[in-house]
T-cell receptor
Framework: QQQVKQSPQSLIVQKGGISIINCAYE??????FPWYQQFPGKGPALLIA?????SEKKEGRFTISFNKSAKQFSLHIMDSQPGDSATYFC????????????FGEGTQLTVNP | GAVVSQHPSRVICKSGTSVKIECRSL??????MFWYRQFPKQSLMLMAT?????????EQGVEKDKFLINHASLTLSTLTVTSAHPEDSSFYIC??????????FGSGTRLTVV
């Protein structure tokens, strides 16, 4: 019930293309769904997050789409750039109770110039 | 925004010695801190959760006597790897959470035990 499944494991996109990463969760008590970006040798940095009362959130080139009935959420990176090449993790938590984040397995994104 | 400082960023120690990693919340009070371990090309694995002034809660399979966690104040938590061995070599990351703040991560510590 605590798992978060993430796909794909790796993704290669051309510069200017759209990168799409998907996650699915099981625990319907989760109320906070962040995406993190991690560069080699660094800690994860919050990219964008959504709560289940909205179906979409956009910040610049990054968009989260959230489907509560399907228990799925996805990250879309528009106009992908080589600087976006990193590992992306989705996560979920029951934030209102201050509980732990449950992470997906991660997606290694490579954006070719 | 919320900032978490983690030190050192890299440490090399001899087998059998102990290493302490510090995690500080710089501009907010961290009521809860989380410690993670990450192996190459893998996700973050939660080791333990600590609340200020109380004992840490360890995840199943994590040796509490080996990985000592102290959360003595609302801005500082430490992880001490005792009697380190080569298999303890890994990337350790802390995360802090305070009231009205989400989960903010430190920059990580690369531990190499030789």
């Amino acid at each position: 019930q605590q798992q978060v499944k993430q796909s794909p494991q790796s993704l290669i996109v051309q510069k200017g293309g759209i990168s799409i990463i998907n996650c699915a969760y099981e625990n319907t008590a989760f109320d906070y769904f962040p995406w993190y970006q991690q560069f080699p040798g660094k800690g994860p940095a919050l990219l964008i997050a959504i709560r289940p009362d909205v179906s979409e959130k956009k910040e610049g080139r990054f968009t989260i789409s959230f489907n509560k009935s399907a228990k799925q959420f996805s990250l879309h990176i528009m106009d992908s750039q080589p600087g976006d090449s990193a590992t992306y993790f989705c996560a979920a938590s029951k934030e209102t109770s201050g509980s732990r984040l449950t992470f997906g397995e991660g997606t290694q994104l490579t954006v070719n110039p | 925004g919320a900032v978490v400082s983690q030190h050192p960023s890299r440490v090399i120690c001899k087998s059998g010695t102990s290493v302490k990693i510090e995690c500080r919340s710089l501009d907010f009070q961290a009521t809860t801190m989380f410690w993670y371990r990450q192996f190459p090309k893998q996700s973050l694995m939660l080791m333990a959760t600590s609340n200020e002034g109380s004992k840490a809660t360890y995840e199943q399979g994590v040796e509490k006597d080996k990985f000592l966690i102290n959360h003595a104040s609302l801005t500082l938590s430490t992880l001490t790897v005792t009697s380190a061995h080569p298999e303890d070599s890994s990337f350790y990351i802390c995360s802090a959470r305070g009231d009205n703040y989400g989960y903010t991560f430190g920059s990580g510590t690369r531990l190499t035990v030789v």
